[in-house]
């Protein structure tokens, strides 16, 4: 019964809280299964399979969107030669956060974009097989 309640009281938390909007900070930890984006408010950092980006903390704008550019980015396993950074851009859509990554190196054109859509929630990190 304690367990059944704890459920039912961290549900309506959850269902209390208030739509992001224009202005505010992001926060909270959304994933897919592949990929997760925990914000807070020093900083994000989006985790992949074989990779891990860190922002600045991100506000949303008027639209509440918003367009980054990662102060780290790592790739497991893999050579690079030229400093990388990830670009993101994202927008809020109900509860799911849909973000557009796309990998830019100084001196050469940014990677193919990537859009990924994430839910609130978070799990263990991904595992590198490299």
């Known amino acids: 019964m ?16 208030e739509p992001l909007g224009p202005g505010d900070g992001l926060r ?4 897919d299964g592949a990929s997760q984006l925990d914000a807070s408010a020093s900083k994000v950092v989006l985790t992949g399979r ?9 506000v949303l704008d008027a639209q ?18 030229a400093p990388e950074r990830l670009q993101m851009q994202g927008h809020l859509v109900g509860r799911h ?4 990554l ?3 190196s100084s001196g050469s054109l940014p990677s193919f974009p990537t859009i990924v859509t994430l839910l609130p929630g978070s799990r263990d990190p991904p595992i590198c097989n490299y």
Request: charged share 15%.
């Open 2 to 17: 304690r367990h059944a309640r704890m459920v039912l009281v961290s549900l309506l938390v959850l269902g209390c809280q």
């Open 28 to 31: 909270g930890h959304f994933t």
């Open 50 to 58: 074989c990779e891990r980006a860190e922002f600045d903390p991100i």
């Open 64 to 81: 509440s969107e918003f367009n980054v550019t990662s102060v780290v980015f790592t790739r497991v396993g893999l050579v690079t030669h």
């Open 97 to 100: 956060l849909v973000l557009t």
């Open 102 to 104: 796309a990998v830019v």
